[in-house]
């Protein structure tokens, strides 16, 4: 009875908070997990993103993003959250069901490869959805004609293995609740310049997108 009263409080409270976007102050958070991957990596690049978001898009999210556990019932404080890194994860039983029950109530999940995390993402998502797949979004989905219009689809900022960018998403009744953005390193590109040295118009790009994705979660 507790889980289900804290999805309708969830579905309740943050749904309009995050209609409002241009209004009610929210906050947005980053994800902690175990398994020895770095979830702390790219620390410069929420903050930015952030900013970014409330000077071009009139959001007004919270400057300095929380940091919450998978497991956690803080979880559901956020309408949004986004998971990086570059190693391991390992969610438990409880974590898992955590997640699901926080994507079934409203909540959205971006996850940004930062190199090497790939393979334990989707092993993880498994134990959280093992009914569904990951799906490849085309160029022409919504979250590319936001704001900032990306015919070609996800951007490359960073290279890896030579391979293009892919977005992938899991639905749940058609509603996008899981973003997974793969051989792009949106993250890297959101940090302060003087970290990678990218040149400005890749930072926008990375920017851009990443406003697209807050702009798309805050109005679908």
Known sequence: MNKI??????????????????????KIALVKYNGGGD?????????????????NLNTNIISTPGTVEVGSQDLFNYPFAQMTGH???VFSESEARNLRMYLEGGGFLHVDDNYGLDEYFRREMKKVFPEKELVELPPDFPIFNQRFKFPNGLPKI?????????????????????LYTYESDLGDGWED?????????VRLKALQMGANIISYVFNQ
Do not use: M
């Open 5 to 26: 009263f804290r999805i309708l409080i969830f579905f309740i409270t943050i749904t309009p908070v995050i209609a409002a976007g241009q209004g009610a102050a929210v």
């Open 39 to 55: 979830w702390y990596s790219d620390p410069t690049a929420l903050p930015n993103l952030i900013k970014f978001c409330n000077n």
């Open 87 to 89: 190693g391991n994860i």
């Open 158 to 178: 960073h290279e890896h293995d030579n391979k293009p960018p892919q977005a992938f998403g899991i639905f749940i009744d058609n509603r996008l609740v899981c």
């Open 193 to 201: 310049p003087e970290i990678h040295n990218d040149p400005e118009e």
